[in-house]
């Protein structure tokens, strides 16, 4: 049995006999030379991961102003940090937005201007108390000028992370990139066979206290992160590391159309392989890697998993869905992945780096818990109304006139002989078509493709889906397409008025 400690591999990069392969090539090593040979001969395995994470911000602190000021709110280049910490410290997050400028720009880009020496403005109001008398302060400043930057990320570096499509008639904007109607594309993120965790699944060497590549300086693990499921493998690692140390080529802010910006981080974790457990655990292989892909089109915390597949598939350029060929991106650079993996190696190597162990192990077992929401969600079955009047596409629109008229309702929706939903006619429609002397069959002049929606949606997404397409209401359909009611914006009005 091979049984090494982490002093006898530090003595080895001390004095140049360390033997550092990267994640990928020990895959070759274990198959070539077996788990005990491979734990034998290998001393360190890197790893890297370079991908967005939203969950990272800076703590700073600013120094004293005179007359001083007791920071209430806080803005760097319009874009407002959290300062209820004390006078003058304050957490930026990389995913909160420009007042001015919008998803264009946010925390994570002041963070990376910072790094690349910009200046940035600021900008900070307060009450003023007798120890703190300014009410105001605008200023400018660089990373030097700050006493402390220190980036602190709550969650990174997920173990793996499930991929996404898109099942609808529409482009769809996320956090996972933009995904294509009707299964159109797949993403995904993780850098499969040299992704930290997945190297070490069960937290040998990964823990609090644990030294890392961080940005291309030296960091910390100082805990799981928010949201750790190692029980389900998306374990989750909570980071700390001085921004003046780090290289602007391992950190870069991004911004995702329609959803916001997120920092691009780069990661890397030395393990000591201390017996053949580790070995065995570090030659993992992007087909080893399972995750699922999911429906994005269900705006729904449960997404509905469309199908499994393992990194290699993904890495392939496509997979299959519904018998097709669907093509396959990355988020996340497996290019710079192995870059860092291959510095983080010089680094041990060349003695710049020393492995260490946690101080604290993380937790194993366990999974994320939902949100406890205390006041049940309403449903679209819960504030349409049943009262819908119909119209059959054959009819004049003259009889639609006439329907619209007795019944004082503006929109008609247009069925088949059996009760399925065909379109919808509003007043207006009604009214372009006399101006226009456009008098035949209903059919002629209603939409035809209708925004619809189901009675057990949720208000909130048929409301995001009306202002989306600027439409004032949409039929309700069952599974069948037969119509069961209408929702409109001003159901959702006297939703609201309810509420607040």
Known sequence: MIKKSVHEINKKIEDGSVNVVTAEEMVGIVENLGVEGAAREVDVVTTGTFGAMCSSGLMLNLGHSEPPIKIQKLWFNNVEAYSGLAAVDAYLGAAQTSDTRGMQYGGAHVIEDLLRGKEINVH???????????????????????????????????????????????????????????????????????????????YE???????IFMGGAQGYIIGNGTQHSPSSGFGTLMLKGNLKEMNPDYLRAASFTGYGTTLYMGIGIPIPILNEKLA???????????????????????KPVIKQVNYAELKSGSVQIEEKDVLTSSLSSFKNARKIANELKEWVKHGKFFVSMPVEKLCCEGSAKSM?????????????????????????????AKKIWENSFNHLAVISDTGELLGILTAWDISKAVAENIFDSVESVMTKKVLTCAPNEPVDLAARRLDRYGV?????????????????????????????
Do not use: H
């Open 205 to 211: 060497t990964i823990g609090t206290g644990t030294r």
């Open 472 to 500: 004032s209401a949409m039929p309700v359909i069952d599974a069948q397409r037969r119509v069961l009611g209408i929702i409109t914006s001003d159901n959702i009005s006297k939703l609201l008025a309810r509420r607040y």
């Open 124 to 202: 900070a109001t307060s009450y003023g108390t007798d120890c703190y008398p300014r009410k105001v302060l605008d200023t400018a400043i660089t990373l030097e000028d700050l006493n402390e930057a220190v980036l602190l990320n709550p969650r990174n570096a997920y173990q793996k992370y499930a991929a996404a499509t898109n099942s609808s008639k529409r482009i769809l904007n996320t956090y996972m990139g933009e995904l294509l109607p009707n299964f159109g594309n797949v993403t995904y993120s993780g850098a499969g066979v040299l992704s930290p965790l997945s190297n070490d699944p069960g």
């Open 280 to 302: 065995a655990s570090t030659a993992v292989r992007d087909e080893d890697i399972m995750t699922d892909i999911l429906d994005y089109a269900v705006g729904s915390r449960d």
């Open 372 to 400: 406890k929401q205390t006041q049940a969600v309403p449903l679209v079955k819960d504030v349409m109304s049943d009262f819908i009047v119909t119209i059959k596409k054959d009819q004049t629109v003259q009889d639609a």
